[in-house]
């Protein structure tokens, strides 16, 4: 059972995540090996560049990128950190770019060349993304939809920052009231006048940093899709991207019960294999069905965003919401039950722990993904109350 699916992924998926696997570990964790934590690997970057990898990040739709995590987290974390992160930096660019944004940037992220960033969380705006402070205020009065632009304020939590070559910001071109409707998004060079940041140390091993706006310039040919429709921008990427981070969480589970069936079924206690006691193998059973249940559910939403279906926000909410919570509880079982060692700098569920906590706050706490799915229940009963 480790490491099937009773979900039908054709057998061209299959062969690739079986492929991917492969190279995490030949390719890319040595690479990984080498980087400094909490900096952008540059190196990495590239070497997934030149094997293609950073290409399939656009246009394959949610299961092929699911796919992708979930193989290149079980294997290497950085490496498929790595990926999401430009994914996410660059997807509002491939979806919402003009012609010359698509063209100036798109190419250099898929090589490798350039590192791109989603710059939405603020120090008062991580969860309430519509409560943005960031300001776009206009150079002219009565400008706000058409510019140029000073943007002026600080971005927080902002992963690749400040180290990113190029970032989608998003800020308010409308008054407070506006809320949501007031939000545009920018795609801003990380040369701009007026850009600054500074990297954070945080718990996982990720290059996360601030940024701070002082009159940065930018203007309408710098504007993703259309003014005040920045927030729609934010939510259709986190809406590909949340059943994916589910995805990486699958994979750090999955990666934690081989480790464990491994150490259980090897270990001597009590005179016998330490999986023999009954208590040992039904966390492990345990362990082994959350961690397909969540599998499960993170490759249904995938195919309900690829198919159009229009329950995907609340799908979406529900992968990333069981995944990454699953992967908290695997991981934490794995170290239980391989005692002191796994305690252990350097050790791989060493490493998993800190890594897992993290998931369940980006790109939406599960708190959030709570409020998403209620909000969605009762959307749908809406018409038959009416």
């Known amino acids: 059972m480790t490491g099937t699916s009773p979900f039908q992924l054709d057998p061209a998926r ?3 995540r079986a492929e991917l696997r492969e190279i995490a570990a030949t390719r890319l964790r ?3 090996e080498r980087g400094e934590p909490g900096r952008v690997n540059r190196p990495l970057l590239a070497e997934m560049g030149q094997l293609g ?4 990040l656009f246009g394959s739709g ?3 990128l699911c796919v992708t995590r979930e193989a290149l987290a079980q294997v290497c974390t950085e490496a498929e950190t790595a990926l999401a992160l430009q994914g996410l930096g660059a997807h509002p660019v491939y979806a919402h770019g003009t012609p010359a944004q698509r063209g100036r940037w798109l190419p250099e992220v898929k090589a490798g060349r350039a590192v791109a960033a989603f710059a939405l969380s603020e120090p008062g705006a991580g969860s309430d ?3 943005l402070a960031l ?5 002219k009065e009565g400008a706000e939809e058409t510019g140029p632009w000073r943007l002026t304020g600080e971005k927080c939590w902002i992963s690749n920052a400040p180290e990113a070559d190029v970032y989608t910001v ?5 008054g407070p009231s506006a809320k949501a409707r007031g939000v545009t998004a920018f795609l801003v060079p990380a040369d701009r006048p007026g850009l600054g940041g500074a990297s954070l140390d945080m718990l996982s091993p990720h290059p996360i940093g601030t940024l701070t706006f002082d009159g940065t310039p930018v203007t309408r040919d710098d504007v993703l899709g259309e003014p005040n429709g920045g927030f729609r921008t934010a939510m259709t990427t986190l809406n590909l991207f949340r059943p994916s981070v589910g995805a990486f969480a699958v994979g750090m589970a999955q990666a934690a019960l081989d480790a464990t069936l491994a150490h259980t079924a090897r270990r001597e206690a009590f005179g016998g294999p330490l999986g023999g006691l009954q208590s040992v193998a039904h966390r492990v059973a345990e362990m082994a069905t959350r961690t397909e249940a969540a599998r499960l559910m993170v490759y249904a939403a995938a195919a309900a965003h690829d198919s159009g279906a229009p329950d995907v926000p609340g799908r979406s909410a529900m992968a990333k919401l069981l995944a990454t919570e699953t992967a908290q509880y695997v991981v934490d079982s794995a170290v239980q039950l391989h005692g002191a060692r796994a305690l252990q700098r350097g050790h791989l569920l060493e490493h998993l722990y800190r890594e897992v906590r993290a998931p369940r706050i980006y790109e939406g706490a599960s708190e959030v993904q709570l409020d998403i799915i209620a909000k969605e229940l009762y959307r749908a009963q809406a018409p038959d109350r009416a």
């Open 135 to 139: 300001e776009a205020r206009p150079e």
């Open 53 to 56: 990898l950073l290409e399939g």
């Open 30 to 32: 040595p690479l990984a």
């Open 129 to 131: 993304a519509a409560a």
């Open 14 to 16: 299959t062969a690739r």
């Open 62 to 64: 949610a299961l092929s």
């Open 170 to 174: 998003f800020a308010r071109t409308g």
